[in-house]
């Protein structure tokens, strides 16, 4: 069975253009499922209208819904034509991000897609609060669209963690590749490849021991990092051509990579550290996309925990 068929798009309230959506409907075409269009708006200029009353500021509010869904309707006027199945809802939240996974939860939705803007300079991506939050803490896997087609022969490319030090990264790794592979299967045949980045030899490890070899040592490392590919690899009957261990930093291997295939998506896992560790150590799926060029898809390890509460209630959040 096909995994992602109910499809979140964060719709951007700022213009009239919607990469995300558009990606949804690629997949939708060739993966089935369905679309709920999705937009959180709140202006406080309609909470501090203090000479109204609250039945009269709830119509207010509810008349800015009724315009909005009306313009996001408008925007699926096409792919309606076209049979798409697109439910459209839009509600009044304060916090974007938290709506959102609000109703990715409530919805058990299979995957959230949003638009990631470009740095029209460096071609780059850039991310907003909220994407980092959605990055971070949303329970289901989070698609990042980049404002461009998909590359013709674009591959998906997934970024593994070939090391062994924590016990997580094994069952992350085998995750990831299968339902990238899953997903691959369904839309046009995408090839997917693997890349995994081993460390260089620290340079004050080879300056405090005169015996030490780096050489030896950067041949041991790329060992272990080969075999670890090769186990991986062998387990979902990959070719040894579709892997890549290369060596160097995660944020520098990837983006290298990525451009040099023509990747349409890289895939990573991302284990959603907030607070102090995420401020001062930092995930280094958060440092490597920094660097991309193109689409990401961040999926969560088994046993995520979001750390976003859920309404228990059905308000509009007009008091937070």
Known sequence: MVKYQNLLVAIDPNQDDQPA??????????????????????????EMTTLLSPDERHSMRQGVISQRTAWIQEQCRFYLAEGIPIDIKVVWHNRPFEAII???????????????????RLESVIFTPTDWHLLRKCP??????????????????????LSSEEPYHDPLNEKLVKETLELAE????T???????????????????PDFDPSV??????????????????KFGLREEVTHVEKGLPEEVLPDVAEHLNAGVVVLGTLGRTGISAAFIGNTA???????????????????????????????????
């Open 21 to 46: 959506l558009r990606r949804a409907v690629y997949l939708v075409k060739r993966n089935g499922g369905h679309i709920t269009a999705f937009l959180s708006i709140y202006d406080l200029s309609y």
């Open 102 to 120: 609000q109703e990715v939860v409530s919805g058990g939705y299979d995957l959230l897609l949003k638009m990631a803007h470009q740095h029209d």
């Open 140 to 161: 289901c896997p989070v698609w990042m669209v980049k404002d461009q087609p998909w590359p013709v022969d674009g591959v998906a490319l997934v970024a593994v963690n």
């Open 186 to 189: 369904h839309v046009d045949q």
């Open 191 to 209: 090839a997917v490849h693997l890349v995994g980045a081993y460390p260089v030899t620290p340079i004050n490890i080879a300056i405090d021991l």
């Open 217 to 234: 040592y950067n041949d041991a490392i790329r060992g272990q990092h080969l075999l670890a590919m090769k186990a991986l690899r062998q």
């Open 286 to 320: 958060e440092h490597v996309i920094d660097h991309l060029k193109c689409d990401l898809l961040a999926i969560k390890p088994d046993g995520f925990n979001c750390p976003v509460e859920i309404a228990d209630d059905d308000d509009e959040h007009d008091d937070e």
